[in-house]
């Protein structure tokens, strides 16, 4: 087993790679990241909005995929307040929102004056992909994952905002399948947090199509059409979840440290993953 020399990241964790001087690919990302023009990202990000603000007339501008997550809330005040957008936020429900999660997602609506759409699964439907994705692929979450990144997709194409805005860019910043440093989102189809299972593997009488339409991404005509351009705010903004849950607390955001609903064991910190 190696480990990094410099965090000591062990080789175990998927798709780590290292460099001759024993650096893990994480450790380079941060220090290429220090040396980005951040001021000049910005510049970029602020012609990418200008290029989309009005497109629609009154109508939204641009997609937030947010959950009511700390980085949800820098999102939001990045398009909305400093940007100028007019953002419709976009989520799915899991059905297993916790109370801190109801509380944060329906303070960033208030907090900050947006509309909001989520998605409500069919409890029955997941249930049922639960049990099978568990006892078969043992990641029960599979078909909720694949949703939340296929549903907001399909709703950028139906309502004709190409422009969708991502956080954080985990494959560049932390190793995956895709490490290209790059603004565009649209390889998140491909960055193996859902892994590639044909459809069939989960169809019988009781599961057809039509129940998992939420979870199937739009077709290539459909994306060319409208010109998705879906992106990461990593890319032009120095991005840090700490950071970003500490601004996201001075408008409204609580942390399990907040509303001691429950605690998660084996972390350091109360603020990540709360929302279910």
């Not at 078969?136 to 194409?157: C, E, H, N």
């Not at 309502?159 to 995956?176: A, K, M, Q, S």
């Not at 399948?177 to 790059?182: G, I, L, Q």
């Not at 609903?261 to 972390?267: Q, T």
């Amino acid at each position: 087993m190696r480990y990094c020399k410099k965090c000591v990241m062990p080789d175990t964790r998927p798709y780590m790679k290292f460099n001759e001087e024993g650096i893990c690919y994480p450790c380079q990302a941060a220090e290429h990241v220090k040396k980005t023009d951040w001021k000049k990202r910005w510049g970029e990000l602020e012609k990418l909005a200008d290029e989309y603000r009005g497109m629609n007339g009154d109508y939204y501008d641009c997609m937030i995929t947010a959950s009511g997550g700390k980085d949800s809330y820098y999102q939001t005040y990045i398009m909305k307040e400093k940007l100028g957008m007019n953002p419709l936020l976009v989520s799915v429900d899991n059905f297993t929102w916790t109370q801190t999660g109801h509380h944060n997602w329906e303070n960033i609506r208030t907090e900050f004056g947006v509309d909001a759409h989520v998605m409500s699964l069919n409890p029955k439907v997941c249930k049922n992909l639960f049990k099978k994705a568990l006892e078969r692929l043992g990641s029960p979450t599979w078909y909720f994952d694949k949703a939340i990144y296929a549903y907001p997709l399909q709703m950028a194409v139906k309502l004709n905002l190409p422009l969708v805005i991502y956080g954080e860019d985990t494959n560049f910043l932390y190793g995956g399948p895709n490490t290209e440093e790059t603004p565009s989102a649209m390889k998140q189809i491909t960055n193996d947090v859902v892994k590639p299972v044909p459809w069939d593997t989960w169809l019988d009488k009781d599961i057809t199509m039509k129940d998992v339409n939420p979870g199937i991404f739009p077709s290539e005509k459909e994306i060319k059409k409208i010109k998705l351009n879906p992106i990461f705010l990593s890319y032009f903004l120095p991005w840090s979840g700490y950071k970003n849950m500490q601004f996201a607390r001075t408008r409204g955001f609580k942390t399990l440290d907040d509303t001691g609903e429950w605690k998660r064991d084996g972390f350091l910190e109360q603020y990540d993953q709360i929302d279910s």
